[in-house]
């Protein structure tokens, strides 16, 4: 007959070998939908810029052109793309492999920050994966894994997943660092600190999140954080480190790069809620699930539950106070549709996702719990089947290939080829960079050339100049996805038709 002592460790096992399937199922899914045909589309315009600061022959250029290229950021995942592409090459393929790979090790960090969120002192080595905490953070990163923004942003070759991978792994030694002090945790919060913002200036959104934490845990009486006055010098030091490496000459040059974002409306807001509710079946479950662990979470994890939705709203705030109120669409519509905006607060989906993992582990009875569980894979995985990267950023799927080939005929001959917008010209040095072309002839709007590729972002960016451009290049040498091709009477190759009139 077995013993109470035997059931115990019948049941450790049982637990930690349902937690290892689910990570190890998130780790498996995830990848495969990380990886999988990385080079279907063509390299974006954002993708363009940051390939060519990593292509710079030395460090030093690479950081003198990162800092140009990408404003708000510290030329990190340019560097890293640099030696990247030293090692694996600079194909479509391997570019975006490095922000697999990120995003495939972001699925084990959203376990291990999420379990040391959640862990107690009692925790043991030997109860590694059999613990409330361990089941959390095995859903939460399951969950994680399957959230369409999250592949989404996998998938392209910009700084995104470095700068979620370096948030985490701070986040991890934040955590360790206030209840457990000790240097190394000390050490490890603040060096991620640093690269965390070197990747992008937005991760400091979430050390806001940690500095708001810290004030509350530093008043009279409070105690659950022993090292919170440690962590704070930390963390001001940390902050310290990033003024002084930032060029704030640079900073200051760019600082209408980010004027072109209008403010949102609420009436938007609210109906986009609810057609993106109706629309994608899986955000409506799991916000039910998120909100249900919201409520039992502050019941059974007041302190983790807290840090979450600290993480979760605080960076957004000021974000809403300067967009209105299309920002709060980050943390609630678009968990589960890309836009815009994600790119900035992406580390705000990885709570939502700890939210939906207490949800579905406070379920009873076990039934309710495996139903929901399933429910939620199932959804996700039409979510991805019919998600459509083309249909909902004009950034991604343009055939920047097809344009340049169709241009190849006027760089060939010497002569410069005008790219409208100007910051998509990186893309078309990309294609042509293997065809004995002077990358210097692609240039942003320039009177001189007789060819100009005019992408349909313009469309928005420039409805005023559009009239005049189509005057200047009445012929169309092609026409494919998101882009046209077309050319003056003075071009090279002769278009074969007119251009159609600009609307």
Known sequence: MPTPSDLDLSSTSFSSGVNASLLGA????????????????????????????????TMREVLHQGLALNPGKLALHDLTLHFWMLAFGDSITSIRALSALLGTLAIVLVFVVTRELFSSSEHTEVQLLATDSSTIA??????????????????EGRMYELMLDTTLIQLWFFLRSVRRGRWINYAGAALFTVLAIATSFVAGLVFLAEGACLLYALRPGSSRWPYAWYATVTLLAAGAIVTALTPWHLWVEKASYFGWIGPGFLTE?????????????????????????????????????????????????????WLGPTMLLVATIYFWTPVFAH????????????????GISELRPLLLRITALALVIVLAGFRIYSYD???????????????????????????????VPGYAMYVVRYYSRNDSVNPELVTGENRRAQVMLLADTAQSLLPGALPALRRWYPGQVARVRGVSVLASPFAATQPPEPAPRAQ
């Not at 095995?138 to 996998?154: H, K």
């Open 138 to 155: 095995a859903l939460g990163a399951l969950v994680f894994a399957l959230n369409v923004v999250a592949i989404r942003y996998s998938r």
């Open 26 to 57: 998130a780790i498996v899914v995830g990848g495969w939908f990380r990886f999988h045909a990385l080079s279907a589309s063509d390299m974006t315009a954002d993708e363009g810029a940051s390939w060519l600061a990593a292509s710079a022959p």
């Open 269 to 321: 807001y609210i109906l986009g809620f609810l057609g993106a509710a109706i629309q994608t079946p899986v955000l409506a479950v799991t916000l039910v699930l998120a909100i249900l662990g919201a409520v039992r979470g502050w019941k059974r994890y007041t302190e983790g539950t807290s840090f979450m939705l600290a993480w979760m709203f605080v960076p957004l705030l000021p974000l809403t106070l």
């Open 343 to 358: 790119r900035w607060v992406i580390t705000c989906l990885v709570p939502m996702c700890i939210f939906i993992g207490i």
């Open 389 to 419: 990267p083309n249909s909902g950023d004009l950034e991604w799927g343009v055939q920047w290939q097809a344009a340049t080939e169709a241009a190849l005929p006027e760089l060939k001959a010497g002569k410069p080829v005008s790219v």
